[in-house]
């Protein structure tokens, strides 16, 4: 792999858009991938989803992930230990775009994708406003059943909070993909979206009682 090479960057508070957004100004190399600060990676994640990438020539590559925390593998069963696994499936952009989650966590971007997509400064759920987009871009995505992210959830999370002016942004995030669906002409992809809209407020809605 080479010499390991760090760049810090300094910059003032301005949320996770603004130093995602940073972060791939910066970057030199051919890909890109996020780890929260409360997160971490296993040994081979770069290593494992290069080769995912290069060898099936997908723009993004995902790995599972694991949760840890207070409501780890009962939260998601996705994200429990039972959950790993070593299968391997490969999506056009348009399958990946109802098979893959829009999280930043466990993915590794092929930097191309982030010519013309940033992620929108000063709003909450960044990835669900970007990743359909960057998964559409995409060609084709290649992923791995194995855990190689590892996800801290607390209970104090935004995203584990009832409805508040953030938590609102979740919903601006669904219609502009649905909207971005009915441009594209993916009309099952579109009613999908729409009818989750209504889902998530009243999650909201339930967490906020």
Same mark, same amino acid.
């Given at each position: 792999?080479?010499?390991?090479?760090?760049?810090?960057?300094?910059?003032?508070?301005?949320?996770?858009?603004?130093?995602?957004?940073?972060?791939?100004?910066?970057?030199?190399?051919?890909?890109?991938?996020?780890?929260?600060?409360?997160?971490?990676?296993?040994?081979?994640?770069?290593?494992?989803?290069?080769?995912?990438?290069?060898?099936?020539?997908?723009?993004?590559?995902?790995?599972?992930?694991?949760?840890?925390?207070?409501?780890?593998?009962?939260? @998601?069963?996705?994200?429990?230990?039972?959950?790993?696994?070593?299968?391997?499936?490969?999506?056009?952009?348009?399958?990946?775009?109802?098979?893959?989650?829009?999280?930043?966590?466990?993915?590794?971007?092929?930097?191309?994708?982030?010519?013309?997509?940033?992620?929108?400064?000063?709003?909450?759920?960044?990835?669900?406003?970007?990743?359909?987009?960057?998964?559409?871009?995409?060609?084709?995505?290649?992923?791995?059943?194995?855990?190689?992210?590892?996800?801290?959830?607390?209970?104090?999370?935004?995203?584990?909070?009832?409805?508040?002016?953030?938590?609102?942004?979740?919903?601006?995030?669904?219609?502009?993909?649905?909207?971005?669906?009915?441009?594209?002409?993916?009309?099952?992809?579109?009613?999908?979206?729409?009818?989750?809209?209504?889902?998530?407020?009243?999650?909201?809605?339930?967490? @906020?009682?």
């Amino acid at each position: 792999m080479g010499i390991c090479k760090l760049k810090i960057i300094s910059q003032s508070n301005s949320g996770a858009a603004a130093a995602r957004n940073a972060g791939i100004d910066a970057a030199t190399g051919d890909y890109v991938a996020f780890v929260d600060g409360d997160d971490w990676v296993e040994p081979d994640f770069c290593r494992t989803l290069l080769d995912l990438a290069e060898g099936h020539g997908a723009g993004i590559a995902c790995c599972g992930l694991r949760a840890h925390g207070m409501t780890a593998g009962s939260f @998601n069963p996705e994200e429990s230990r039972a959950a790993d696994s070593k299968k391997t499936s490969v999506y056009t952009n348009i399958e990946a775009l109802s098979r893959v989650r829009f999280m930043n966590c466990g993915k590794l971007f092929s930097k191309k994708l982030f010519e013309t997509i940033r992620y929108p400064k000063g709003r909450a759920f960044e990835d669900e406003f970007t990743v359909y987009k960057l998964v559409f871009n995409s060609g084709k995505v290649a992923c791995t059943g194995r855990q190689l992210y590892n996800r801290n959830v607390r209970g104090g999370s935004l995203t584990r909070s009832g409805i508040n002016i953030k938590s609102l942004d979740v919903i601006d995030a669904l219609r502009e993909r649905a909207d971005f669906y009915r441009e594209k002409g993916l009309e099952d992809l579109r009613v999908k979206t729409e009818k989750s809209i209504v889902g998530t407020i009243a999650r909201l809605m339930v967490k @906020n009682r």
